[in-house]
């Protein structure tokens, strides 16, 4: 038997729930029977707070025509270690205990020490084969959100932003707090530079459908008067996340999503609030450790230029997506931010600031370094290459 390839299967049907089980990990669960191969039922947490994997394979397999098989002849799959605590649901370890499952094959371990281990061992001292380790670094790259916010305390945090062939990312604009009217329409505001095209932008609402939470600065709320929505995308909408220490933002910015009518915005993320405005601290570190005991396991940071480079210069951060216009140019703008990588700590170095009126500064440190260019692969969507870059210190 190769369990390889039913892993694979599992990875697979996880990203099923892929905009729908956050913070919850994705994870997908297969049942074979070990005598011919054959899948018996499949399963995936389908919803943050509805069933685990393993629960509804069981019931696919209770509601199917090899329901009356010896399950001590089968073998469970999954990619993710069966958890063994109660939650919002009982524990799935004793769960497949108690069907009387013969084997089961895990991708990888869980890192949330509420299991780390504890499900493997139910299991095993149950009289249960286990084999782990199949896959695992598929299963990590599946839950790279969910991972980094057990293993290093903090969201996974990935920077975007579109420019033009010449390196600009928008337009010099000049603010104008008492002209910022909502308009209702999806165009940029204020005159600013559209780059992404309509394909390009369904990328950027899956990016915020894939992440938990969504951060742009000041400037950007001042000048675009965003509403940091998904609305090209299937899933939920980010929360929404931004800096204010001068409190600038004015009552009826679109960021706050109050309804012409008045109605207080209502959160996709029970327990968290849709907005989270930080005024007492511009640390990183201490934005993504507030973050992190909120339970946000990542944030797309889109802008603008000074908040990008200030996290670029922490180091801290876990992907970099950039859109750029191959055939657009406009000569003179604000730049988009300069690929600076700390030779100490692989951490980008700030560079100078675009000339825009001063935003709220994320604090950090790092050393001078050498710059990190783009790489030469890169996908093309709509005529645009689409680069990503990934930390790797």
Same mark, same amino acid.
């Given at each position: ?10 990875? /697979? ?14 994870? $997908?669960?297969?049942?074979? =029977? ?11 947490? /389908?919803?943050? #707070?509805?069933?685990?994997? /393993?629960? !509804? ?11 009356? +098989?010896?399950?001590?002849?089968? +073998? ?18 004793? &769960?497949?205990?108690? %069907?009387?499952?013969?084997? *089961? ?9 509420? *299991? ?6 139910? &299991?095993?001292?149950? $009289? ?68 992404? +095209? ?12 894939? !992440? ?6 000041? !400037? ?7 509403? &940091? ?5 299937? #899933?939920?909408?980010?929360? =929404? ?12 910015? =679109? ?33 993504? !450790?507030?973050?992190? %005991? ?8 889109? #802008? ?26 406009? =000569?003179? #703008? ?39 260019? &783009? ?19």
């Amino acid at each position: 038997m190769n369990y390889a390839n039913f892993i694979a299967r599992c990875i /697979e049907i996880a990203r099923r729930g892929e905009y729908f089980v956050a913070p919850n990990p994705m994870v $997908g669960a297969v049942l074979v =029977r070990n005598s011919d191969e054959q899948i018996l039922a499949e399963g995936w947490h /389908e919803q943050f #707070g509805a069933p685990h994997a /393993e629960v !509804n394979c069981f019931r696919r397999f209770d509601d199917s025509e090899y329901k009356n +098989t010896d399950l001590s002849g089968c +073998t469970l799959f999954v990619s993710l270690e069966p958890c063994s605590h109660y939650g919002k649901t009982p524990p799935c370890a004793k &769960l497949i205990i108690e %069907k009387g499952v013969g084997r *089961v094959v895990i991708g990888m371990l869980d890192p949330n020490p509420l *299991v780390a281990g504890k499900g493997i061992r139910m &299991l095993q001292e149950a $009289g249960i084969e286990v084999v782990t380790g199949i896959m695992e670094k598929e299963c990590r790259e599946l839950n790279k959100r969910f991972i980094c916010l057990h293993e290093q305390k903090r969201p996974y945090v990935i920077l975007k932003w579109a420019q033009t062939a010449d390196g600009f990312i928008d337009r010099t604009r000049t603010l104008n707090i008492n002209s910022l009217q909502p308009n209702g329409k999806e165009e940029h505001l204020n005159g600013a530079l559209a780059i992404s +095209t309509p394909e390009t932008k369904k990328i950027v609402h899956r990016m915020r459908a894939e !992440n938990m939470a969504i951060m742009v600065g000041t !400037n950007t709320v001042l000048l675009d008067n965003p509403r &940091l929505l998904n609305t090209h995308w299937e #899933g939920r909408n980010p929360i =929404r996340v931004t800096l204010d220490r001068h409190n600038r933002i004015p009552s009826d910015a =679109r960021i706050w999503g109050i309804t012409p009518s008045g109605e207080q915005p209502k959160s996709d993320y029970a327990g968290i609030p849709p907005v989270i405005v930080y005024r007492d601290t511009t640390d990183w570190n201490d934005i993504l !450790n507030d973050l992190a %005991k909120r339970n946000i396991h990542s944030i797309l940071v889109e #802008g603008g230029r000074q908040l990008l480079e200030h996290i670029l210069k922490s180091g801290i951060w876990d992907e970099i997506h950039i859109e750029l216009a191959p055939e657009l140019t406009i =000569r003179s #703008g604000v730049h988009a931010p300069e690929l600076i990588t700390s030779s100490a700590a692989q951490s980008p170095e700030l560079i100078t600031s675009s000339g825009m009126q001063a935003p709220e500064q994320i604090t950090s440190s790092a050393v001078q370094a050498p710059q990190l260019h &783009l790489p030469e692969n890169y996908d093309i969507i709509d005529g645009h290459r689409m680069y990503t870059i990934k930390n790797t210190r």
